[in-house]
């Protein structure tokens, strides 16, 4: 491997020297910015953790100002590597004033990487040094700059979605530490025989295929093995398996607000495996691990299918199927609003059942639009798979299929009765069930129900409801902050009711316990004494109440609504 780059260390740093930083502000080649330093800020990001102050110069770094996707410029003086552009001040700067992030912070990301040597980082410098430059970061005209210090933003590129799609899910992105930057820019997939440079802008792939969402920044120190970029974390996940790309610049815009880069994301080049504090480390020798995705959608006579490839990670999977299944739900506007998703598929799992898909979505009475709640569905489920602490889920893929109906199939629990008070063990009984469609006739089931032989005398509640309301009841019998292992919540996941079916679930005044995914109903109360011990050491629920029986009926509706009977057993 080449020796590493001649570096400046931070204590040798003095305001006032000259140097030059370089960035792309159009295609694939670097242009140089002049630089003047301010000054060092001691500690500003915590112990250790300086930022070097610097100005920008030249006609167009003082023309955009500090430019989002900016990040990770490397910075030169007198041909030493000294760190990579990181921070900017504040919003509606006049001045490009821009904070540096030391070589050496970067260069200590290796070190979490044992699959790279070392590089050796040169001294620190001098005792007086070190005093001259602490003393240099504390002058008042640099601590005002400190509370305005914030990370560069970070282009975040979708390809192949629409504007809603995108304002819809900002604030989760932000919510995960990624903030969508305005702009424009497609993942082409096309060549780029350039080979990467201090300077260059690189692509951190969370999306590809049909749909991308690329990340970008500049590349601060490459080598035959590996690059370093971004001068700060994109999300700080720590150890990823991330793709990197190559990326070229369509154009520079400026703003008065937040200049950006406009990019394209081209072929891939490896593999992001570090990223920390003060940058994020690619490979070239490794190929990532993505989680391919299919949805089909029919409607009518029309398939569409949309295939894609999402990053395999716990924070940013969820979020990634959410916005992409939304994206291609909303693709197809044969129906505008009024539209029900008859949805099916699966989920894989390396090692386990596969995570059954199947229900039913409709708009409701509050009009969120139904794309947005099948993206719900799908993001808990996911998070439930990869919140689990004891496994890390090796997700193989995904296959969703749609049938796209042209009109809004839901309807409202009115009313449930039976026509008897009394019933005895093994009878069978009438329950009438009356709906209310969205703008349609009333609709009336009568079902049958049989009372189970071992039913004891008293009082049995029948409970008419849809799916989700039987589920939320059994989430919330979890014991608070506990969590099940990966194969018991992919049990639970499976055990789910679907929301096109009105449900009947006979209920007596026995307790039961709950053992992870299993329910133990009617037990005596000798046992229950035993168990309701054991719920600091076993993820045991008891309830005061057991389900004997549960049926349902189809009805080809989204259900909502439930209602209580109390019948006497004799």
């Not at 009475?365 to 496994?391: C, D, H, K, M």
């Not at 189970?452 to 005398?457: G, T």
Request: glycine share 8%; proline share 8%; charged share 20%.
């Amino acid at each position: 491997m080449a020796a590493g780059p001649a570096t400046l260390p931070v204590g040798q740093v003095q305001p006032g020297m000259q140097g030059v930083a370089y960035t792309v502000f159009a295609g694939t080649k670097p242009e140089a910015m002049e630089v003047e330093v301010l000054g060092v800020l001691k500690n500003v990001l915590g112990p250790r953790r300086d930022v070097i102050l610097v100005r920008l110069g030249g006609a167009k770094a003082e023309h955009t100002g500090v430019v989002a996707g900016m990040s990770g410029s490397p910075v030169y003086i007198d041909g030493k590597l000294v760190g990579a552009l990181a921070f900017r001040i504040g919003a509606f700067a006049k001045e490009p004033i821009a904070g540096v992030t030391p070589i050496a912070d970067m260069l200590e990301i290796n070190e979490l990487d044992r699959s790279v040597p070392p590089v050796a980082v040169a001294s620190t410098g001098s005792a007086e040094q070190v005093a001259g430059a602490a003393s240099a970061g504390t002058t008042p005209d640099l601590e005002a700059y400190r509370q305005e210090l914030r990370p560069i933003d970070t282009p975040l590129v979708f390809a192949g979605f629409s504007e809603e799609a995108v304002e819809r899910f900002a604030p989760q992105f932000a919510s995960s530490g990624i903030v969508p930057v305005l702009g424009a820019g497609a993942a082409s997939g096309t060549r780029q025989p350039e080979p990467f440079e201090p300077g260059s802008m690189v692509g951190a792939v969370y999306v590809r295929g049909d749909m991308s969402i690329t990340a970008a920044c500049t590349v601060t120190y490459v080598d035959a093995d590996r690059l370093l970029a971004c001068g700060h974390p994109i999300s700080q996940f720590g150890q990823v398996d991330m793709p990197m790309s190559k990326a070229e610049v369509l154009t520079t815009l400026a703003s008065p607000y937040n200049s950006f880069k406009i990019v394209n994301a081209t072929e891939p080049a490896g593999a992001f495996v570090q990223d920390r504090q003060a940058g994020i480390l690619g490979r070239f020798d490794r190929s990532p691990e993505m989680i391919p995705v299919s949805v089909k959608l029919e409607a009518g006579d029309r398939t569409r299918q949309y295939r894609f490839e999402v990053l395999n990670n716990p924070r940013i999977t969820p979020l990634a199927i959410m916005v992409t299944v939304f994206n291609a739900l909303r693709s197809d506007n044969q129906y505008g609003e009024e539209v029900t998703f008859r949805m099916r598929g699966a989920i894989h799992v390396n090692g386990y059942p596969d995570v059954a898909l199947q229900d039913m979505y409709a708009p409701p009475e509050a009009n969120i639009p139904t794309a947005f709640q099948v993206a719900l569905a799908l993001g808990s489920r996911f998070s439930r798979i990869f919140g689990n602490p004891y496994a890390r889920p090796q997700v193989a893929g995904v296959d969703l299929a749609f049938d796209v109906l042209p009109e809004r199939r839901w309807a409202r629990l009115e009313s449930a009765r039976t026509d008897v008070t009394e019933a005895r063990p093994g009878d069978s009984i009438v329950i009438e069930a009356a709906l209310r469609p969205y703008r349609g006739e009333r609709i009336v089931r009568q079902v049958p129900v049989r009372i189970p032989a071992s039913v004891p005398k008293g009082t049995l509640r029948v409970l008419v409801s849809d799916g989700d309301t039987l589920d939320r009841m059994r989430r919330m019998t979890l014991p608070l902050g506990r969590q099940l292992e990966l194969g018991s919540t992919i049990a639970m996941l499976n055990k789910e009711r679907v929301n096109d079916r009105l449900y009947f679930s006979l209920l007596q005044p026995n307790p039961q316990a709950l053992v992870e995914d299993k329910v133990m109903p009617s037990l005596p109360l000798s046992v229950i004494n035993v168990m309701d011990g054991q719920r600091g050491t076993r993820e045991v629920v008891v309830l005061g109440e057991s389900a004997v029986d549960e049926s349902s009926t189809p009805l080809d509706y989204v259900v909502v609504g439930a209602q209580v009977l109390s019948i006497n057993i004799k």
